[in-house]
T-cell receptor, first 117, second 111 residues
Framework: GAVVSQHPSRVICKSGTSVKIECRSLDFQATTMFWYRQFPKQSLMLMATSNEGSKATYEQGVEKDKFLINHASLTLSTLTVTSAHPEDSSFYIC?????????????FGPGTRLTVL | GDSVTQMEGPVTLSEEAFLTINCTYTATGYPSLFWYVQYPGEGLQLLLKATKADDKGSNKGFEATYRKETTSFHLEKGSVQVSDSAVYFCALSLNDYKLSFGAGTTVTVRA
């Protein structure tokens, strides 16, 4: 099936620094990607919708200046956590929407564990 | 707002036991309903889905029926295997394809 990768899988950074997370669709083109955040033992929370070639759409309560999203190509979206603080520590997951054929399916990446010290 | 509530885990079963994970939803419109599964160390995978009332989704021996009258989409499997050990997420989506997830249920199947 379709594969979505994320890089890095784990990252530890100091408070105040910025961290970039990449999400790639490996064998299909994705005009739309989604970024989620998951707290321990909790559900995935949608942060934003990333559309290729246009600005991301953020969910209510998500700071767009803190979580910068860029979808520069049909296979790559990036999430940059700017001026990270310990409360930003979380598991970040992306998904990519595949419209090929008669299906409309989202494929998820394996996630990135961010720890801010 | 739109939301999904699923039974809390963890659930521990023996091989060949019957599995049910309850899921109910609240939505302003007519959502599509999904079950996703996350195996250890992997990303979420679509397990099955149903797009309208009374539809039954099925895959790998798992089934779930879209019940509009009870706003439910319970996941069932008649005989689980050790390889079914995973975290299961119920989710819904309206026309914008954004997914709203339940909290996830961890299932452990013992040999």
């Amino acid at each position: 099936g379709a594969v979505v990768s994320q890089h890095p899988s784990r990252v530890i950074c100091k408070s105040g620094t910025s961290v970039k997370i990449e999400c790639r669709s490996l064998d299909f083109q994705a005009t739309t990607m989604f970024w989620y955040r998951q707290f321990p033992k909790q559900s995935l929370m949608l942060m934003a919708t990333s559309n290729e070639g246009s600005k991301a759409t953020y969910e209510q309560g998500v700071e767009k200046d803190k979580f910068l999203i860029n979808h520069a190509s049909l296979t790559l979206s990036t999430l940059t956590v700017t001026s990270a603080h310990p409360e930003d520590s979380s598991f970040y997951i992306c998904s990519a929407r595949d419209l090929k054929g008669s299906t409309d399916t989202q494929y998820f990446g394996p996630g990135t564990r961010l720890t801010v010290l | 707002g739109d939301s999904v509530t699923q039974m809390e885990g963890p659930v521990t079963l023996s091989e060949e036991a019957f599995l049910t994970i309850n899921c109910t939803y609240t939505a302003t419109g007519y959502p599509s309903l999904f079950w996703y599964v996350q195996y250890p160390g992997e990303g979420l995978q679509l397990l099955l889905k149903a797009t309208k009332a009374d539809d039954k989704g099925s895959n790998k021996g798992f089934e779930a029926t879209y019940r509009k009258e009870t706003t439910s989409f319970h996941l069932e499997k008649g005989s689980v295997q050790v390889s079914d050990s995973a975290v299961y997420f119920c989710a819904l989506s309206l026309n914008d394809y954004k997914l709203s997830f339940g909290a996830g249920t961890t299932v452990t199947v013992r040999a």
